[in-house]
C-alpha cells in the first residue's frame, strides 16, 4: 500500500482522498483547493511524501488574512491523515501552526427595550400581498426573544409541533441537536395559536407555521432582509456590523444565565437544563454563551468553569 502511494502523482491521491470522503458521505467542499496542493506540490516535491513544510508553504503561498492560510492548513491535514495511511513518512501538520481556523465574533446582546421596539416595528410592517406580514414577523422574532431557539429551528416549525394543550412546542433536529421538546410560557402558547389560526385562514395548504406573503415557507434571505429594516436604527455593540437573528439566542442564555449567577444556589445545574433547552450536545457550546459577555457574566463563567472541569474528572 505505502508503494501504492509512492508511485501514484498527487493529483490521483487528491482524487482518491476525495472519492473517499464521499463513501463516508461527506461534501466535496475544498475540492478545488485540495487539487490546487496537489499541483503545487507536483512542481515542489514530486514523488515524495506530504512533510509540514510543504503543506505550510502552500498554506501561505497566496495572498489572504491569516484565518484564510490557517483553513487552507486545516484542509491539507485532513488529506494528510489519509496519506499516513497509506505512506507513513507522511507528516501531519500541527494544526496550531497558523492559528486558529476559526475565532468567534462578539455578539450583539438584545436589550428588553431592543427587543420592545423591534416587535413594534415588525407590527407596523406593510405590505399590498398579505396581511399575515406583520404577525408573522412580530410572532417569529418575539418567538426567538423568548425561547433562544435557531432562526433554522423557527421557520422549519409545523403546525402540529406546537403543543397548546401541553404547552410545548416540538423542535426538530438542527446542526448536531437531537430533536427536543421545549417547554413554553402561557402568554407563548397564546401568541402562537392566534398566529396559527391565522395563518390556516389566510393559508390553509402547506404545514409550515412561518410563512411568506405568498403563503409559502419563509426563505432565510427574504427573512434576513426584513429584519435588516426593522434593525437598521439599532446600533450594533457586537463585533459585527449588522445585527443577527441569532444575536437573540445568545442574549437570551446570556440573560438567563446572568439571573441564575445573582442566585444563591449553584448555578451548575440550571446550565444543564439550558444546555439541554437549546439542544446542545456537550457544554462547550454552552460555554460560549457564558463567556461572550465576561463582564456580566463572570461570576457564572467561574462557576461553569468549574462544573465543566469536574465533568471531564468524573470516571
Known amino acids: 500500500m505505502a508503494r501504492l502511494a509512492r508511485n501514484a502523482s498527487w493529483s490521483t491521491l487528491v482524487r482518491r482522498y476525495l472519492a473517499h470522503r464521499r463513501k463516508l458521505g461527506y461534501g466535496l467542499r475544498g475540492g478545488e483547493l485540495l487539487f490546487d496542493f496537489g499541483k503545487f506540490a507536483g512542481r515542489a516535491a514530486p514523488r515524495q511524501p506530504l512533510t509540514a513544510a510543504l503543506a505550510l508553504k502552500w498554506a501561505t503561498s497566496s495572498p489572504a488574512t491569516r484565518r484564510r492560510h490557517a483553513a487552507r492548513l486545516s484542509l491539507v491535514r485532513g488529506f494528510a491523515k489519509y496519506c499516513a495511511l497509506l505512506d507513513p513518512r507522511t507528516e501531519i501538520p500541527d494544526g496550531h501552526l497558523l492559528g486558529p481556523v476559526c475565532v468567534r465574533l462578539r455578539p450583539h446582546i438584545y436589550t428588553p427595550g431592543q427587543i420592545r421596539l423591534i416587535l413594534r416595528q415588525a407590527r407596523s410592517l406593510t ?107 439599532i446600533p450594533a455593540t457586537g463585533d459585527r456590523r449588522s445585527l443577527r437573528l441569532m444575536d437573540f439566542r445568545h442574549a437570551f442564555a446570556s440573560q438567563w444565565i446572568a439571573r441564575w449567577s445573582r442566585r444563591s444556589q449553584p448555578v451548575s445545574h440550571y446550565l444543564l437544563r439550558l444546555a439541554r433547552y437549546l439542544g446542545h450536545q456537550d457544554f462547550k457550546s454552552t460555554w460560549w454563551y457564558v463567556s461572550s459577555d465576561p463582564k456580566t457574566l463572570q461570576s457564572a463563567a467561574q462557576s461553569f468553569l468549574r462544573f465543566h472541569e469536574q465533568c471531564h474528572t468524573l470516571p
Request: proline fraction near 7%; hydrophobic fraction near 40%.
Open 127 to 233: 405590505t399590498r400581498f398579505s396581511p399575515l406580514h406583520p404577525l408573522t414577523y412580530e410572532t417569529l422574532i418575539g418567538l426567538l426573544a423568548c425561547t433562544g431557539m435557531r432562526p433554522g429551528e423557527a421557520r422549519r416549525l409545523r403546525l402540529g409541533d406546537l403543543d397548546a394543550d401541553g404547552g410545548f412546542l416540538r423542535v426538530a433536529p438542527c446542526k448536531f441537536s437531537p430533536e427536543r421538546v421545549i417547554p413554553l410560557h402561557a402568554s407563548t402558547v397564546r401568541v402562537l395559536q392566534r398566529y396559527r389560526r391565522a395563518r390556516r385562514g389566510l393559508f390553509p395548504l402547506g404545514d409550515h407555521l412561518f410563512v411568506g406573503v405568498t403563503g409559502q415557507p419563509l426563505q432565510d434571505a427574504a427573512v434576513y432582509r426584513v429584519f435588516s429594516r426593522l434593525t437598521a436604527d
